[in-house]
Structures are given as C-alpha cells and as structure tokens.
C-alpha cells in the first residue's frame, strides 16, 4: 500500500446487552460507542477530523435514518465534524473503514473515527428476519420465506454438497468450535449460554431445525452493540505515539484491503461460478487482492483470521476461499484442528459472529478491532500466541458485498 493506515485505540459494547429492554435506543449504543473509543484511544473530540458510521438497518428496526449525524448528537464536541452514513448490509462497517482510510491515504484528513452501530433485539424475532431480509433481492428471491437468511445460506451448502460433497457434521464442529472461542471473550453475546453435547448434532431437539440444512447452532445471533475505531495517518500516529512514549512499530495498522461487489442474487453468483475452482470466485478475489497489497504471497503470512460466520457455511467457505485448504475440501482444516484457537490458523477466536455476536453495521469494525489487538498483545484470553499479522473478512448479504483487511503490528 502507498499508506498504511494506523489503529490507535477502539472499543466493543458488550453484545449481550439488550439496550431495548433497559428503555435504550440507538442514540445509546452510538453514544457508549463514540466515548468508549476516544476514551481507548487517547483521542481528544477535537482531534477527529471526519466520521464515518456504518449501519445497515437504522430505519427498518428504529425508524431512524441519517445516522451520520447521531456522533455529534450523542457528542457535542463532534458538532461540525464532516460525517457519513454507509449501507452495505452485514458490510456495513468495512465499507466505513474503507471509506475512512480512503479521505487519509488522500490527504483530505489524517484521524477518522470509524463508528458502527446496530439495533435489532427491539422486534419479535420473525420481524427482525424479515428487516435483515432487505439485503437479498427483495421479491425476486427467497420469496414468501421468513427466514431469509438461514434459507440462502442452506442453498449454500447444498451447492458445497452438490459441488464436492458435505458433511454436516463439519458445519457443527465449526459452531461448536465458535461457541467454545466465545466462553472467554468478555463481550460476547452467548458467553454465559449453556449447551449439551447433542447441541452439536442432529437432535431435533437440543438443535431444531430452522430451514433445510441449517440448524440452530450453525446461525449467528440477533444483537444489540456496536464497535468503534480511531484512525489515522502516518503523521498523527507519529505524533501519537511520541507523546505515549511509544514506537510507531508498536502501533497496528491496515497494511492490505480487498474489496470485491457483485449482483444480489444468489443463484446467479452460483451460476457465475460453476466449472471455477472457487464457489465464489468474487470473494477469493477480496482475498488475494488484500494479501497482494499486504505484501503477502498467500495465507501462510497470516497468525489467525477474524471471518463472517453468518452461518457455519459462511465459514465452511471462507477456509477454503483463504487459501487454507483447496477449494471444497475445509473439511480438513476442521478435522485437524488448523482453526482452534491453538491450531495453526486460528478462525474466530473470539467467538466470531455466531458466539460473538452480530450487530450488522458494527461486524466489520469489531472483526478489525480484534485483529488489532491480536497483533499487540492485547486480546485477552481470546489471544493467538505470538499474532502479528490478522485478516478479516467481512461479507454483505449472499456476499454481495465482499470486504477483506489485514492487520499488522511490527516494522512500519
């Protein structure tokens, strides 16, 4: 890259927590999210020069739109700070980073608070699917079902099946594997949850079915909760960390982006892709493109992966579109071990968004906050030994939207 961008702090409400219930609304999560990452960050108000908010539903769940002007509502000292909205479905956040780190490496502006925030436990469940369904092609696809979602991500692996073969007991190892990473992470949505045994099986009951193939251990969760980040320029950050006494080398940065769009449906990226290597070739692409501008040559250069797991199929795909196994064979990497948090390539230790959680606009950024601290040291308990350089890989809708990062700490 011709600039890399620097991390200097972040924050991550706790996803457990139902705002609805305690008479909250979305004005509180931006709130809790604008302070606590300034607070993590060392950053005075006055220091940010442009805002970025991701959010996916606002209107749909709240009936609030313009989101880009709740930061300085929620925080006086932000009035008159440029800011904008970004929509990209469960994208969202990544689309903000991008956007952000876009206005610096072009000099408009060198520290970018990156915000995203989702409400979704304020409706019945039934509703809150229908809203999500508004990122597939609305009244061409998945028409009259209720769950969208978990239906094109068991179309998904029916052409995994159809394509290669599959198992699905390699989709409940990957939930049961995301649930066990969450136990430890402190904000995570289902870390006080309590599962048995046949959670992880074919028990109708223990773990019912929700539509065709997916069950309910293999969906990520309904959530209330954001995540923020500050950002900034070589210069700021220089500035930053001479006043902390610290090295530059000390500080994470975005060292590589991929960023890949398509059509909505479905079943024409499925189309698109049959006789290629790849189920989705588009996203591969995210991938190789954010590696090439890392100066990685391929997945070996990384210590762990934060990915969109939607649906234990989602993270079926992303093992083998990293380049972890060959296509259609990420059975292996759950067979082996590879993906523990104690593996050779650790996916999602901190529970990913299946036992994290998933506020939709906040997904990406809170997958980009935890590889920062994964390659500083700071991750907590959901630590990869010696981590020094993450990817993400963050997906909107079908993957219509494809966004990939790597993070890296060390010689800047």
Known sequence: MAHDVFVLGGFQTDFARNYAKQGLEI????????????????????DVETIHVGNAF?????????????????????????????????????????????EIEAGRYDCALVVGAEQERNVPGDQAALHLGAAAWVHHEAEGVVHVWPYMFHLLAEEYDARFGLDDRHLAAIGELNYANAKVNPNAQTRAWAHTPESFTADDVANPVVVGRVRRHDCSQVTDGGA???????????????????????????????????????????????????????????????????????????????????????????????????????????EE???????????NPSGGLIGGGHPVGATGVRMVLDASRQVTGTAGDT??????????????????????????AGAA
């Open 337 to 347: 071990g590879v993906i523990a948090r104690d593996g050779s390539l650790p996916v």
């Open 27 to 46: 004005s509180d999560i931006v709130a809790d999210v604008v302070s606590g990452t300034l607070a993590d960050a060392q950053v005075d108000p006055a």
């Open 228 to 334: 923020g980040l500050v950002l900034a320029g070589r210069r700021t950050a220089e500035a930053w960390a001479a006043v902390r006494g610290r090295s530059l080398d000390e500080v994470p940065r975005i060292v590589g982006w991929g960023h890949r769009t398509v059509g909505l449906p479905l079943a024409a990226k499925l189309e698109r892709s049959a006789g290629e290597p790849y189920v989705m070739p588009h996203v591969r692409r995210a991938i190789t493109d954010a590696f090439s501008r890392a100066g990685l040559a391929d997945v070996a250069g990384l210590d762990g992966i934060e990915t969109h797991d939607c649906f234990t199929s989602s993270e079926y795909l992303a093992i083998d579109h990293f380049g972890i196994t060959a296509p259609g064979e990420s059975w292996k990497a759950v």
């Open 58 to 102: 606002g209107q749909l769940f709240t009936g609030q739109g313009h989101l880009g002007g709740m930061p300085a509502t929620v925080e006086p000292a932000l009035w008159g700070v440029p800011a904008a909205r970004h929509e990209a479905a469960c994208a969202s956040g990544s689309i903000a980073i991008l956007a952000a780190m876009a």
């Open 383 to 408: 630590q990869v030994a010696g981590a020094r350089t993450f990817a993400t890989l963050n997906i909107g809708g079908s993957t219509t939207t494809t966004v990939s990062f790597v993070v890296a």
